[in-house]
Every structure is written in C-alpha cells, then in structure tokens.
C-alpha cells in the first residue's frame, strides 16, 4: 500500500481497518510503505499500533538493473521501440505520466493502453499477464498490486512523479528473480 502526498489509497483498503472491530486476524504486506508513513497507515486502517507488529526486511532487488536515458523528446518513441524490441523473452510496460501520452504510445507500439478511465481494463490485464499482449503503456494505474512475474523491462517515459511511485513501478520488473532492467528517460 502505497501512500501519495496527499495521503490517499484505495477506499477497499481502508475498509480493512473496520475488521478490526470483529477481532478478524490479518496479515497485511507491502514492499513500499517507509517508516515515516506508519502511523498515517495505522491510523486510515483505524488499526490500534499497539496492537500491531511490524516487520522489515531489506527491499533491494540485485536482479534489476536500474538505469537514466537521456532521450530529447523528439527521439523518445524511437528510443522505447528499439528498448522493446531488444526484449526477446519476457514482459515489457511502459510507463507514462499522461494518459494523452499512453494513448500514443500504445497506438505506435500495438498494444494495450492501461489508464485510470480505460475501459476493458481487466481484459487488458488477462492478456498481457498471459502473454497474449507481451507490452503494456499504462499510467500508475498499474503500479499496485500487480504481480507477473516475468516482466523484464519497465520504461518510464516520463520522470516518476515520486520515489515512492518509482519504487512501486520498477519493482513489478525481475519478480522471478531473472535479470531484469528499469530505464527512467529524463
């Protein structure tokens, strides 16, 4: 789970937090909440942290290669085309800021254009989990809660509005353990 500079997550999740009230037993994971942020969580979970324990373990990942492009506007495209041709085995996903931006790239590379809006969004996720579609351009819309484990290249064609948003997104590469790369086009 993933909190955003204005602190807002998916409403399903804070729902969790009223199972407290029937004394249900979770176990809640996440990859990405810093400890800055642990008790803003606790508190839109309506958990107690007293009654809570957590545990941390190290999140860096050796099977991903992590790498800034500098690419002009004008040679991005082209720049994303050859990445994702290079990507003979595995899964590619592009990401972009803008869903104007995700709606091109997606035309120029054939493939499905993942946003907020889109409609059929599900059935975009079953083809490219899959590997009916092997590329993907989405917005952070796909950021959470995706688990395929082999994508091997994530793009973000526009800088990553935070760290933490980067974090979640480059971390959907390499989640087999195989080598896999992260490119930021600044």
Known sequence: MVLNTS??????L????QLVRAETQMVLLTATLPPSQEDEW???MHFQRSEGKIFRERTSRTNI????????ERESMAFVQSKVGQVRVGKVVVHCNRVNKVKKMAEALGCHGYHHHAIGKAGMLRDFSSGTQRV???TSALGMGVDIPDIRLIIH???PRTLLE???ESGRA???RRKSEAVVMV
């Not at 804070?14 to 937090?17: A, E, P, S, T, Y």
């Not at 290669?65 to 002009?72: K, S």
């Open 65 to 72: 290669r992590y790498r800034v492009a500098r690419v002009t």
């Open 174 to 176: 390499g989640r087999d």
């Open 157 to 159: 064609a526009d800088p």
């Open 14 to 17: 804070q729902q969790m937090g």
């Open 42 to 44: 606790f508190r839109r």
């Open 166 to 168: 980067y974090a979640q």
């Open 136 to 138: 993907i351009v989405a």
């Open 7 to 12: 602190y807002t997550f998916r409403r399903p």
